[in-house]
């Protein structure tokens, strides 16, 4: 007699075994708390079947929490290039992912979403963007560069205000593109606005008599 070679029955998809795991993990211990071995270990399964489906830790959290930002490349993706056109990168790197998702029916937002895009956006574009500007302020200018990103994220997809999502993408760079672009700026290059001794911005005639 032939011996069933297929999987056994009751027993899930492996890739539906391995998502329900990192769900629960994700919800319970968070971004930073889960990881590619706990979750195999949860799903009974071999790490590197973890891998196999869903490439990465970042992979595997953004389609099994449906956070359609992580599950594309595309953030890390805008980081090469030249500098001074990073920001707009960026932006339209934000706004094209989260618009598709939008248009696809994203998940509802409640609290454990939000929490763990925040953690994600903390633990895993800001110290991605740290380590591509380099540097003594990069972690500084990297935190700026992410409240900018994430202020965006949250009033126009997560917590939509009407004047936000009502921009259009390139609306979005032009209004964002300034601040987001000296948030990415290495700080010796931004200089404070030379003050009277009333406190208030010296007109360009009056910097010139101070040197």
């Known amino acids: 007699m032939n011996k069933s070679r297929g999987r056994p029955r009751g027993n899930p998809p492996t890739r539906a075994r391995i998502a329900e795991a ?9 971004y930073q708390g889960t990881t590619l071995r706990t979750v195999a270990a949860a799903a009974a399964v071999d790490q590197a079947l973890v891998s196999y489906h869903f490439g990465s830790k970042q992979g595997l959290f953004g389609e099994v929490m449906r956070v359609h930002c992580a599950q594309s490349r595309a953030l890390a993706e805008a980081l090469p290039g ?105 700080r010796g290059r931004l200089r404070p606005p030379v003050r009277g001794a009333t406190g208030h911005p010296l007109s360009r005639e009056a910097r010139s008599l101070v040197g």
């Not at 990192?22 to 968070?30: H, I, S, V």
């Not at 997560?158 to 993408?169: F, H, K």
């Open 82 to 186: 030249d500098p001074a056109g990073l920001a707009d990168r960026l932006l339209q790197a934000v706004v094209t992912l989260w618009d598709d998702a939008s248009a696809t029916g994203g998940p509802a937002p409640d609290d454990h979403l939000l929490g763990l895009v925040r953690e994600y956006l903390d633990r895993e574009v800001l110290v991605r963007l740290a380590e591509f500007l380099g540097g003594p302020d990069a972690t500084e200018r990297a935190t700026a560069a992410v409240t900018v990103i994430g202020g965006l994220i949250y009033t126009r997809y997560l917590n939509p205000l009407p004047a936000a999502s009502g921009l259009s993408a390139a609306d979005v760079r032009r209004i964002l593109g300034p601040a987001l672009r000296a948030a990415l700026a290495p």
């Open 22 to 30: 990192a769900r629960t993990l994700f919800l319970e211990r968070g």
